[in-house]
């Protein structure tokens, strides 16, 4: 099925949402990097822009987690690669706040 054909106009809209859930996203991280907001509150948030954000890029934003031992804990608890954080069930929320204490 190919793509809706879209005015300029609503390119440019689409375009800029883009750009501001990506800052918005930029924020989160650099938020759980200053240790501004823990992974419990992340994880068990209503935002929808931690919902969509992929668990991989909250963990790794965790202080001293880096993508090996991110993927590691992913795949010990059972959680894929391309998971969001709104898909996470809540063993899997669980099992993540044991792992990482935050």
Known sequence: MPLPKMTAAQRTAALEKA??????????????????????KVLNSKDEIAKKTKVQQILVSLPGVGKVSAQKAMEEIGIA????VGGLGSAQKEKLIERFGK
């Open 81 to 84: 690669e391309n998971r969001r």
């Open 19 to 40: 750009k501001e859930a990506r800052a918005k996203r930029a924020k989160l991280k650099a938020d759980i990097k200053a240790g501004k907001i823990s992974l419990k």
